[in-house]
């Protein structure tokens, strides 16, 4: 038999007044595993709290990592280019058509990997759907959220070397090499 007992927030003492009132009713009884409702629910959903949280900062470590790989390899690709994109800016090239270049050529990854992380994310709903509580696997606006927000950041880190690459001097360039 289980009984749950609601009290006045600010009783003190709660348990001692359980056990009298339960031996009021019948000496013989034996009141055992009392504990409060909050730290039951909290015993209960523990182990997934942990689990979800773990997995939140890992998908965080992640996502910086994405970030600063994406932006170090766009990085390393401009300045590879320097005297290419130096020259088609002597050549008339505008500083859009350069910015323009050097995003095309971070997208392209970056599309790829929201294609490859869509799948995976729809292969993993099978393994954390037992950690999911209230919310579908298949969630479509979290799904759209999640992509929208990592394109904005890749592309923020494919923005800052394009804009870079686009104030490059001509003659600056030409000398680097």
Known sequence: MTVVARLVPGTSNALAIIRREVRNVDPKLALRDAEK????VTRSVG?????LTLLAVFAGI???LAVVGLYGVVSYLVS???REIGIRIALGAKATDVVRLVLAQGVRPVGIGVVVG????HWGTRVLSSLLYNVSPQDVATLAVTTFL???VASLAILLPARRASRVAP??????E
Request: net charge neutral.
């Open 118 to 121: 869509l799948l995976g994310s």
């Open 150 to 152: 990592l394109l904005g």
């Open 171 to 176: 003659t600056e360039a030409l000398r680097a």
């Open 47 to 51: 182990p997934a709290t942990f689990y």
């Open 80 to 82: 590879r280019r320097t």
């Open 62 to 64: 992640a996502v910086t």
């Open 37 to 40: 409702l909050e730290d039951t």
